[in-house]
């Protein structure tokens, strides 16, 4: 009797550890499908880094999109804006500016920009203004 409790009891053991380890390989499957999937740039790179941004107006500006999400915008050395950023999609870039650099009538809050890199190679920005600039990547 006690060898067939034995039994019995390592049979059901035995038809319970399949049904466990396929709700451990669910779970993990999920949190797999969960990950975002990493940002890229127009041109197809991880965005932070160091970019020449050419204003519509010829204005050059240096601008460094830091892997925390902050970046800092320079023009001759001087520090002319900071904030945060985003890449959403390769041709969305999205950027709110800290409060200390938004201009006076504009209400800050997050903007976004649609990338693209053209035929010819030229990467342009165009914020929701319609202004175009040209990025170019200074990483070295």
């Not at 060898?3 to 451990?24: D, Q």
């Not at 800290?98 to 030229?122: F, L, P």
């Amino acid at each position: 009797m006690k060898k067939l409790i034995f039994v019995a009891s390592a049979a059901i053991l035995a038809s319970c550890s399949p049904a466990a380890e396929e709700e451990v390989d669910v779970v993990a499957d999920d949190a797999v499908a969960e990950a975002p999937a990493p940002s890229m740039a127009a041109d197809g790179q991880p965005p932070a880094g160091k970019y020449r941004v050419t204003s519509s107006e010829g204005e050059v500006f240096e601008e460094e999109l830091r892997p925390d999400g902050t970046y800092v915008s320079t023009q001759n050395g001087e520090v002319v804006e900071t904030g945060t950023w985003d890449q959403k999609t390769p041709n969305e870039y999205c950027y709110t500016v800290d409060a200390e650099y938004v201009e006076e009538g504009e209400t800050g809050g997050e903007r976004c920009n649609t990338e693209q890199v053209g035929d010819d190679g030229v990467w342009t920005s165009t914020n929701p203004d319609g202004e175009t600039a040209v990025v170019e990547r200074a990483d070295g």
